[in-house]
Nanobody
Framework: QVQLVESGGGLAQAGGSLTLSCSAS????????MGWYRQAPGNQRVFVAL???????NYANSVKGRFTISRDSAKNTVYLQMHDLKPEDTAVYYC?????????WGQGTQVNVSS
């Protein structure tokens, strides 16, 4: 089992920045991936960014060039630096941990971007 705890959400103005953190605890596998999804009101949960154990990263087109995902493997923590925020970035952001067929989710952290 893996437990994920997100932090760092809040309110930002358009053009501003926020950084989310997600710490994993429990049985941590050596070759896992961690990432972020988001869900806006009335919408499905969608992919935002992922970082693999190798360091390879992937981003949704909507956040490329504005968001940066990184990880501190020693702390089992993944970060999402969000810059140039837009009102359409408003959503609940969920951290995810993946190892082969197993996946875990955090409780989510709310991000609100005002225009």
């Amino acid at each position: 089992q893996v437990q994920l705890v997100e932090s760092g959400g809040g309110l930002a103005q358009a053009g501003g920045s926020l950084t989310l953190s997600c710490s994993a605890s429990g049985t941590i596998d050596s070759d896992h991936s961690m990432g972020w999804y988001r869900q806006a009101p009335g919408n499905q949960r969608v992919f935002v960014a992922l970082i693999r154990d190798s360091g390879t990263v992937n981003y949704a087109n909507s956040v490329k060039g504005r968001f940066t995902i990184s990880r501190d493997s020693a702390k089992n923590t993944v970060y999402l630096q969000m810059h140039d925020l837009k009102p359409e970035d408003t959503a609940v952001y969920y951290c995810t941990y993946r190892h082969y067929l197993n996946s875990y989710w955090g409780q989510g952290t709310q991000v609100n971007v005002s225009s």
